[in-house]
């Protein structure tokens, strides 16, 4: 695996509610989050940003917006996902919700999702990224 670093890289909904509310199961998620980013250049698809506002809290969406502001670079995409992408991605098995964010990630030509979903589309072979969880994520970003 490549370094991340330099690398425009998305991250799951999972990866910002578990850094914020400090999940101790998860303590990679703060690190990457409160520590790493001002490593990371982000993308962040229309997909995310509304998981994010049904699943935080204001207090939480205004920290996430400060902490975002750390970030070496940020690209926020508004524009829904390609529906024949997300069309695709369904026909090969991924859920609803995972569809969509494969999709956003294929059409901006993302090659890093990180996400603690151990789930998240590995069992479809030839994935146009690659899905690592926070913990590969830190070990990337010092390759």
Not at 39 to 65: A, F, G
Request: with cysteine; aromatic share 10%; charged share 20%.
């Amino acid at each position: 695996m490549n370094s991340i670093q330099g690398e425009l890289i998305a991250l799951d909904t999972n990866q910002f509610i578990f850094a914020l509310r400090q999940e101790p199961l998860y303590p990679a998620c703060k690190i990457l989050l409160w520590e790493k980013l001002p490593q990371l250049k982000i993308y962040l698809p229309l997909q995310v940003l509304m998981e994010l506002e049904r699943n935080l809290t204001m207090t939480e969406m205004r920290s996430l917006l400060v902490i975002l502001n750390q970030a070496k670079s940020i690209e926020w995409d508004y524009t829904p996902a390609p529906i024949y992408l997300i069309e695709q991605w369904q026909q090969r098995g991924a859920k609803k919700g995972d569809a969509v964010i494969a999709a956003h990630l294929e059409a901006a030509n993302i090659q890093y999702f990180i996400s603690e979903n151990r789930h998240f589309l590995t069992e479809l072979p030839d994935l146009p990224f690659h899905v690592l969880n926070s913990e590969a994520a830190l070990k990337a970003l010092l390759l």
